[in-house]
């Protein structure tokens, strides 16, 4: 090995190894990415607050979003419970939009539907998630 070669590889090395003990992006990082990301969702399902069915595929859409965003690692649990919870929001409006469709066919169960919707504990779930991120120091707004 010529003597410029040792040192090359060894500070490649390093890298390396530093790389793979990251904790993944900083806080500030991961609010920028999180503002980022659901500033898209929003752009793109602008229209969607007046029918429950657009509602919900824009809470999967910003669920699969928010699954791709990276946090650090210390709020891995707390980002892995915010994709979890919006996704089921998703289902649970999916129960409701389900009511609606067969409200006049089967009454009692768009009754059992609508009432499995006002049980669903993902909304509260949802807050609790940023309300731990946002107490962990990240500055976002979801």
């Known amino acids: 090995m010529t003597p410029m070669v040792r040192p090359v590889m060894t500070i490649a090395a390093l890298a390396l190894l530093l ?54 690692e210390e709020l891995a649990d707390e980002h892995r419970e915010l994709v979890d919870a919006v996704r089921d929001m998703s289902g649970a409006i999916r129960l409701l939009t389900d009511a609606r469709e ?4 089967d009454p009692k169960r768009a009754e059992t539907l609508t009432r499995r919707f006002a049980e669903d504990d993902s909304f509260p779930r949802v807050e609790q998630a940023v309300t731990a991120i946002r107490e962990a120091g990240v500055d976002v707004e979801l």
């Open 19 to 72: 790389g793979a003990c990251s904790n993944g992006p900083t806080k500030s990082e991961y609010a920028a990415e999180l503002r980022s990301t659901m500033a898209e969702v929003e752009a793109t399902n602008r229209d969607s607050s007046a029918d429950p069915e657009k509602t919900r595929v824009a809470l999967a859409d910003a669920a699969e979003q928010l699954d791709l965003v990276e946090p650090p």
């Open 102 to 105: 067969i409200a006049e066919t």
